[in-house]
């Protein structure tokens, strides 16, 4: 059952998305060379606890940190370490909250100062790609039009997605039916109706589409060890154009992921 949301539901959501594209901002402005990824993270949770609501990440399925650090190859669920950042790393953040009985989930891949071309354009082509699928989440359309879009992007540029992982719905639960691939084909999978709430997230990676889990359970990396970026968004389906209740527009004030 993919739960359609009501206007006080989605308001609670919308807090939820405003506070997690705030956290992400507030940490993109902490990304420097010499900065521990546990540094940031501290800065993440002390943020969600001074706006009144709680890290939805910590602790969930035993996660021990309030933010995914997943550095170059690393595609999503890093966990925050001594590991101070260094020019050059591509650093997808992804950050979940919890208030008011709702979630928030947001993901957004910085460079730490000066980027290779070929990683600016990763970042590019996924920030993009995720824009591409947000177009498609129309009600009448079905999941497989969001999937194609990203994965039709991507795929010409010489870019590959990721299967392992793929977005989801989002309420009262942090992940939520249905699930969004980022890979499928237009016209297949559940139809999208006014009012489903979902959070798209392409993850894309610079080579192969083959990962593995680290030992930790929870790094999942390229298997060829070639770059990967995450883009995360909260859309409500609605009929004609989509509702974009987070924004990355907190972040676009000070950092420009075309210039990164
Ligand atoms: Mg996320
Ligand atoms: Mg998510």
């Not at 370490?81 to 020019?87: K, V």
């Not at 992921?257 to 990164?260: E, F, K, L, S």
């Given at each position: 059952m993919i739960k359609i949301r009501t206007g006080e539901e989605i308001a609670l959501l919308k807090e939820n998305a405003l506070l997690v594209s705030k956290t992400l901002a507030e940490i993109g402005r902490h990304i420097a060379p010499g900065v521990t990824t546990k540094a940031l993270d501290q800065i993440a949770e002390t943020f969600i606890r001074d706006h009144g609501a709680e890290p939805a990440f910590l602790g969930y399925d035993g996660f021990p940190a309030s933010l995914c650090v997943s550095l170059n190859s690393t595609v999503v669920h890093g966990i925050p370490?001594?590991?101070?950042?260094?020019?050059g790393d591509v650093v997808s953040i992804d950050c979940g909250t919890r208030y008011k009985g709702y979630y928030g989930d947001s993901a957004y891949t910085f460079g730490v100062g000066t980027?290779?071309?070929p990683d600016k354009q990763l970042l590019r082509v996924t920030h993009d790609a995720l824009f591409k699928g947000i177009a498609r989440a129309v009600a009448g359309n079905r999941v497989g039009d969001i999937s194609a879009a990203v994965q039709n992007y991507v795929e010409p540029l010489g870019f590959s997605v990721v299967r392992k992982m793929v977005g989801h719905g989002i309420g009262t639960n942090l992940h939520e039916k249905p699930d969004v691939p980022n890979y499928g084909r237009q016209g297949k999978g559940k139809k999208l109706t006014d009012g489903m709430v979902l959070c798209i997230e392409p993850m894309i990676n610079a080579g192969g589409s083959s990962v593995y889990l680290e030992e930790d359970g929870w790094t999942l990396k390229t298997a060829d060890h070639k770059n990967s970026a995450h883009f995360e968004l909260t859309v409500v389906v609605r009929s004609g154009k989509p509702e974009i209740l987070s924004t990355f527009d907190f972040i676009d004030e000070y950092y420009n992921?075309?210039?990164?």
């Open positions: 370490s001594d590991y101070a950042l260094q020019e980027l290779a071309p992921t075309y210039q990164a």
